[in-house]
């Protein structure tokens, strides 16, 4: 079976994605393309020979297709996965799911009553080797019992970060594979502020320092850095209490039992997690032809978008915010 995906929103991350479906992924093929900038559409949907249509909600509906990928702007994100249940359509969505916590459990209702889940959020963390090689030595218990958790999540430059964009649309990537790594719901944030860099944009509290504490009584750390100037730098250790396990720089699981090696740094996201892109997308589409949702899902979406607004508030004070959330509905046990 070969799915008929449309996307919406054909900006860097679209673009790649069609390039990713049409060349590097198995069983799918992009058949229509949307976008508010209407040359950029029809030049990239003539170019691998796509329907080019006006709106996403005409996407959505269209008979072409069997299931979307939206990569539009965050702010659009939640009115198109809306229009993918409402009209029954698997959709991979990137993250975050949605702008806002509300706008996410608005999704989840949508889903609930829908009945089944036919949303994938875009963590593609969950689909890095590194990580993987992480969350299978933490599942079989091979570090004993987490104790402490290091990141670092550097940019070579971003001229148009904010400061509370940094939590939503970066440190998110971690605040997931926390979830998921540990298997552990997060129950407070704080932010700590350092000096800011000289070449942070102007008014931008770069670099930030995150702590969480989940549910199990891990303490985690995050080094949010997004102009450091040298390069693409996302690192990850889990301490446990027989052992750690870590993701260097270029995405090497480094076991302390057998050492470490240098390399050059990534210049940028693509290099570094092109392959986990892949990876995800062919999961996504295997899971479409199956008819049956895997991976990241709407509550993972919010809970990870809760605790970025938890953290975001967090900036102002850098006291400790608790989180709250609803009861994890059944579908997504």
Not at 3 to 32: E, N, T
Not at 131 to 141: M, N, P, Q, T
Not at 301 to 328: D, K, N
């Amino acid at each position: 079976m070969t799915v008929r995906v449309g996307v919406i929103g054909l900006g860097l991350i679209g673009a790649d994605h069609v390039a990713r479906l049409r060349s590097r992924v198995a069983g799918a093929d992009v058949v229509a393309v949307c976008d508010i900038d209407s040359s950029r559409a029809k030049a990239i949907g003539e170019s691998v020979g796509a329907l080019v249509l006006s709106t996403a909600t005409e996407l959505v509906r269209s008979d072409a297709i069997d299931a979307v990928v939206v990569t539009s702007a965050t702010t659009a994100h939640a009115e198109a996965v809306l229009a993918c249940i409402t009209a029954k359509r698997p959709v991979f969505v990137e993250k975050p799911l949605a702008q806002t916590a509300q706008e996410c459990l608005d999704i989840v209702s949508a889903e609930m009553a829908h009945g089944e889940r036919l949303v994938q959020v875009g963590f593609m963390r969950r689909f890095d080797p590194g990580y993987a090689a992480i969350k299978a030595s933490l599942d079989a218990g091979e570090l004993g019992v987490p104790l402490l958790m290091h990141n670092i999540h550097r940019n070579r430059t971003a001229p148009t970060a904010t400061s509370a964009g940094l939590i939503r649309e970066s440190v998110i990537h971690e605040i997931d594979a926390i979830r998921w790594l540990l298997a552990q719901e997060i129950q407070s944030a704080q932010v700590a502020l350092p000096r800011p860099s000289p070449h942070a944009p102007q008014g931008v509290r770069d670099p930030q320092l995150a702590l969480f504490r989940t549910t199990g009584g891990v303490l985690v750390d995050v080094e949010c850095f997004a102009n450091s100037q040298y390069g693409y730098d996302v690192r990850c250790e889990v301490v446990g209490s027989t052992g750690t396990a870590a993701i260097d720089g270029h995405g090497d699981a480094i076991w302390t039992r057998v050492g470490s090696a240098s390399r050059s740094v990534h210049r940028d996201w693509r290099s570094r997690f092109g392959p986990a892109y892949d990876r995800e997308l062919q999961a996504w589409v295997d899971s479409v032809a199956a008819g049956e949702a895997t991976g990241p899902s709407s509550w993972d979406g919010y809970a990870a978008t809760r605790v970025a607004e938890s953290t975001v508030s967090s900036l102002a004070t850098e006291r400790i915010v608790a989180i709250e959330m609803i009861e994890r509905p059944a579908l997504y046990a």
